[in-house]
């Protein structure tokens, strides 16, 4: 149960006690102290609710195998039960978070889990407690039939989230016809949010497009742009002083991963002075990309037939920025760790399981 005596003030954050009405659940981030944003595309909401969890707590990695199999123990069904949709890191306790749905179709049940220090596993009781929302109003319908990357445009209405200095980023796709979009929403959930539909070029295709949405995300350059990457699989620098204003914005294409592929998660490390990016996939190797590079990177703006290859082939070369490969198979989710470390949800033949990794043996 949330403890609510240590709840962050209701008035700061214009949060009230209550049930939220969560009918999915998916990207998450966290925000100041503690906040939690629950994306949840199927009623086209975000929720943020105060988990009661703000304590200080020690650096600490999480390492536990067969951790899908805990979690379906927990819940009270099998492992083929259980779909993992994303992972944060609670920024001052260092519990992990995890948005989780048991069983499938209209039997389908959304949970928050959540993984304390000591490796027990516990969910958010949603039950009285305090949170706010914000209201999609830009989301496709239900039955809109536009597929996008083979998925229904409603179940894309939000597909990452950050939050920086006083808002939180949402990518995702809205019902207009450039459905690519970037929405700022201020946080409390008092203000006006401001919206701008996206394009970028995309070198294996060979064209610019409007549709694709962003599919993962990461704060930049002292949250002075973004770092976005997309199906098949550009890596994209959006400046945001160009958001402003709603109007149309056009991306910088740094890469190209290769063909075939569907990016899962990204995120940004520090270390020894340097700033990296990690790019998680569904068909290739991880991905590591020194940021200094990104920062010398042109435009790529020219198609490269060469992009194109077979997806039987385990890995293309790509285009844009070097990067190297690292022997970490089967990574679904990442979340940085105490700063110096990254936790990684890896699938294997054996199940998922839950690895920190120091960031120096990167």
């Not at 099998?78 to 609670?90: N, Q």
């Not at 199906?231 to 402003?244: A, G, I, K, R, Y």
């Amino acid at each position: 149960m949330v403890d609510l005596t240590s709840a962050t003030s209701l008035d700061q954050f214009g949060l009230s006690i209550g049930t939220p009405a969560i009918r999915s659940v998916g990207p998450l981030a966290f925000g100041p102290d503690g906040i939690l944003f629950v994306a949840d595309n199927v009623g086209a909401f975000i929720f943020a609710i105060d988990p009661g969890d703000s304590g200080e707590g020690e650096p600490h990695d999480v390492n536990l195998a067969n951790f899908d199999a805990s979690l379906a123990s927990y819940l009270g069904c099998s492992r083929d039960d259980v779909a993992i949709r994303d992972m944060a890191v609670h920024p001052t306790s260092g519990s992990v978070y995890l948005s989780v749905v048991r069983g499938s179709g209209d039997a389908s049940v959304p949970v928050i889990i959540r993984v304390a220090g000591d490796g027990s596993i516990g969910d958010v009781a949603l039950e009285n407690i305090p949170h706010s929302q914000y209201e999609i109003t830009d989301a496709a319908d239900e039955d809109d039939p536009r597929l996008v990357t083979r998925m229904q445009l409603r179940t894309v209405t939000v597909t990452d989230m950050s939050y920086v200095d006083g808002l939180l980023l949402v990518a995702g796709t809205s019902n207009e016809e450039f459905t690519s979009t970037l929405r700022r929403v201020p946080f409390p959930f008092n203000g006006d949010a401001k919206s701008n539909s996206l394009e970028i070029f995309h070198v294996s295709h060979g064209k610019y497009e409007t549709a694709a949405p962003i599919r993962a995300f990461v704060p930049y350059q002292g949250n002075t742009s973004i770092l976005a990457s997309y199906t098949c699989t550009p890596v994209v620098q959006f400046t945001l002083s160009e958001f402003d204003s709603e109007k149309h914005v056009m991306g910088k294409t740094v890469a190209e991963l290769g063909s075939h592929n569907h990016p899962l998660d990204l995120i940004a490390y520090r270390h020894d002075g340097g700033e990296y990016l990690l790019v998680c996939n569904d068909r290739h190797p991880l991905f590591k990309i020194a940021c200094k590079d990104i920062d010398g990177q042109g435009p790529l703006t020219v198609p490269d037939d060469s992009m194109d290859a077979s997806p039987a082939d385990p890995v293309t070369p790509g285009v844009g920025v070097p990067r190297q490969l690292l022997p970490h198979p089967g990574v679904k989710r990442m979340a940085n760790l105490n700063g110096d470390a990254v936790l990684m949800l890896h699938q294997d033949d054996d199940g998922a399981h839950l690895r920190t990794y120091a960031t120096a043996s990167l």
